[in-house]
């Protein structure tokens, strides 16, 4: 394993490993949720939510050992959110992890989600899925702030009227949901229109496999983002951060970030962060 690394975006810190094929697990940690749980470390484990995208096994399998230290460590349960087409299997994936360790008396929950579904995620905030477009069935996730709004109408009212209306049931103030955060899951550049909060999330936490001209195809035959496809759409997006991970194993630091210096304006340079574990050697895939 490469290791782990932190990004400061947005006013979140992300905390984890991302790289295509090999291990994807990304924690925001002031939120308590876990995007993807291809791999382990103790500084993530704390997260009660787990936000799964899809069954590329690089995206789930170190949730054994996940589990594992947060039963070791007394973490309470941990809620499962997965495609639903992959529950079936990921509850026997489980099963067979606990039957093969000792001791084993993991507390998770695993719950199916569909696109479009609403969900609580802990803190007051809520999560809707969205389907993106992999080679699977794929899911990205906005997570949302919810506040209350004092109704426009009574704008000026003094705090007595406002307890009254209280008082009598009648409504002063709605919903207002805040988007915090987008994530991707593997997708092609195009997925990330599915959603029309993708563009106005605080923060985007967005795949991006593929930097090199040489690797348009292997992008669209793998359904993954190139990042020459994924320019143009965040320069119209609004994110006031962008969080680039799951760069293939083909290219090493320097090169991914002389990619962004030579692609991105400088605006959108300075918005955009690369999560990336820092010890990597570069392999010799081509
Ligand atoms: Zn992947
Ligand atoms: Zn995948």
Redesign the pocket.
């Known amino acids: 394993m490469e290791g782990f690394c932190d990004v400061e975006a947005g006013g979140f810190r992300f905390r984890g490993t991302s790289r295509?094929?090999l291990a994807?697990a990304v924690a925001i940690d002031s939120l308590g949720i876990l995007c993807?749980a291809?791999a382990c470390d103790l500084r993530m484990i704390s997260a009660d939510v787990v936000l799964l995208?899809?069954d590329?096994p690089?995206?789930f399998v170190a949730l054994p050992q996940i589990l594992t230290q947060r039963q070791l460590l007394g973490h309470g349960l941990m809620r499962i959110f997965a495609p639903t087409g992959m529950i079936d299997s990921l509850e026997a994936f489980l099963a067979a992890g606990q039957l093969a360790s000792a001791r084993a008396s993991w507390r998770y929950e695993l719950i199916g989600v569909e696109p479009g579904d609403w969900f609580e995620v802990g803190g007051g905030r809520r999560a809707q899925a969205f389907e993106v477009e992999?080679t699977v069935t794929t899911l990205g996730y906005i997570v949302y702030d919810v506040r209350r709004k004092l109704l426009e109408e009574l704008h000026g009212q003094s705090p007595q009227d406002l307890a009254a209306r209280r008082a009598q049931g009648e409504p002063v103030d709605r919903e207002v949901l805040v988007p915090l955060i987008a994530i991707s899951g593997?997708t092609v550049a195009a997925g990330l229109r599915a959603h029309p909060d993708v563009a106005k999330a605080r923060v985007l936490l967005a795949?991006c496999?593929f930097i090199d001209a040489a690797h348009r195809e292997r992008a669209v035959e793998t359904a993954?983002t190139h990042l020459d496809d994924l320019v143009a759409l965040l320069e119209s997006f609004e994110n006031e951060a962008v969080v680039l991970y799951?760069f293939s194993l083909r290219y090493r630091a320097e090169e991914i970030d002389e990619a962004l210096s030579e692609r991105l304006g400088a605006g959108l340079r300075q918005r955009v962060k690369v999560l990336l574990p820092g010890a990597w050697t570069p392999g010799s895939i081509r």
């Open positions: 295509a094929g994807t993807d291809g995208s899809h590329h690089d995206h992999h593997d795949e496999t993954h799951h």
